[in-house]
């Protein structure tokens, strides 16, 4: 049994950063695809950002390129969301995810994480 538990979710002023990580256990998760998502208030999830299983290669939301950074760590089996320059947009809950997909654009995901709360004041 999979499970992704997110963490680092908090309060964050306007402009300031959080470092969003998410562990995995129950299996190695290094040839897996690690995406983040997020779902704020009153919308749709969304897609945040993904990495392939080794690391190499990476895609983002419109909304967040230059300003978040996804990375992993095969080792310690977690995903890193590094979130710098934060908005009140951006304000949701941020869930963790995997697949192994060959596409890293792929949503249809196998894991998901229960979510840990973003929240960016004005």
């Known amino acids: 049994q999979v499970q992704l538990i997110e963490s680092g979710g908090g309060l964050v002023q306007t402009g300031g950063s959080l470092r969003l990580s998410c562990a995995a256990s129950?299996?190695?998760?290094?040839?897996?695809?690690m995406d983040w998502f997020r779902r704020a208030p009153g919308k749709e999830r969304e897609f945040v950002a993904a990495i392939s299983g080794s690391g190499i290669s990476t895609i983002y939301a419109d909304s967040v390129k230059e300003r978040f950074t996804i990375s992993r760590d095969n080792a310690k089996n977690t995903v890193y969301l590094q979130m710098n320059s934060l908005k009140p947009e951006d304000t949701a809950v941020y869930y963790c995810a995997a697949n192994r997909a060959v596409n890293l654009r792929s949503v249809l995901m196998d894991y998901w994480g229960k979510g840990t709360l973003v929240t960016v004041s004005s």
């Open positions: 129950g299996r190695s998760l290094d040839n897996y695809n």
